[in-house]
Each structure stands twice: as structure tokens, then as C-alpha cells.
Nanobody, 126 residues
Framework: QVQLVESGGGLVQPGGSLRLSCTVSGRTVSTASMGWFRQTPGKAREFVGVSHWRTGVLYSADVSGAVKGRFTISRDNAGNIMRLQMNTLKPEDTAVYYC????????????????WGPGTQVTVSS
């Protein structure tokens, strides 16, 4: 059974940093593509980026203006972990952050992912 669990969320002041981790069990991530999404109340899940097992990382053009240069996706294949390093956090980054395993189709669409973690809350506030 494939399971994903996010960790590392919390409350941070504007300008601070957090590192989220997504630990995967039941599937070897070295040959898997995995994505990060975020969601705020009343809104659809928003694509943050995807780590393709072969071609590298793609960040969403929709949010690149907001997260470009501040968010970095990496993976630890030996530990079956994907990470999201978030620096210079802003209040508008407040959301529940999810990791997911890509299945097929458009990387930017959450319907292309078939396994999801429960999410971790990130709150940026002074």
C-alpha cells in the first residue's frame, strides 16, 4: 500500500524558512515523479512544482512569480523522501501543503496524481 506523509509545517514569521518533507512508503521514489501542491480555504489546490525522476524539477509558471527563487524541491532517493525548502516566506504562502505521486497526464493538474499525503499546514504570520 502506497502512503505519503508530509511533515515540517508550522507557524513561521514573514521572512522565515521552513523545510517540508514527504516520506513515501510502498513505492520506490527513485523512478517516481512527485509533486507539491498547496491549498487555501475555498480555493482549488494549486500546483507548486514537480520532481520528475528523470528530467528534474519543474515549477509552476502560475506561481513562479511568487515562489521563484524562494522554493526549492529536492529528493533523497535513498530515504524515499521529497523535500520542499521554502525561504523568505510571505503571508500569502500560508496554505496546506500536499505532496503527491504523479500517475499520468498534465503535471500541473491535481487529477494527474493518484496518491496524496494528508497535508501539512504552513502559516506565515507575525
Amino acid at each position: 500500500q502506497v502512503q505519503l506523509v508530509e511533515s515540517g509545517g508550522g507557524l513561521v514569521q514573514p521572512g522565515g524558512s521552513l523545510r517540508l518533507s514527504c516520506t513515501v512508503s510502498g513505492r520506490t521514489v527513485s523512478t517516481a515523479s512527485m509533486g507539491w501542491f498547496r491549498q487555501t480555504p475555498g480555493k482549488a489546490r494549486e500546483f507548486v512544482g514537480v520532481s520528475h525522476w528523470r528530467t528534474g524539477v519543474l515549477y509552476s509558471a502560475d506561481v513562479s512569480g511568487a515562489v521563484k527563487g524562494r522554493f526549492t524541491i529536492s529528493r533523497d532517493n535513498a530515504g524515499n523522501i521529497m523535500r520542499l525548502q521554502m525561504n523568505t516566506l510571505k503571508p500569502e504562502d500560508t496554505a496546506v501543503y500536499y505532496c503527491a505521486l504523479w500517475s499520468r497526464g498534465n503535471y500541473l493538474s491535481d487529477s494527474s496524481y493518484d496518491h496524496w499525503g494528508p497535508g501539512t499546514q504552513v502559516t506565515v504570520s507575525s
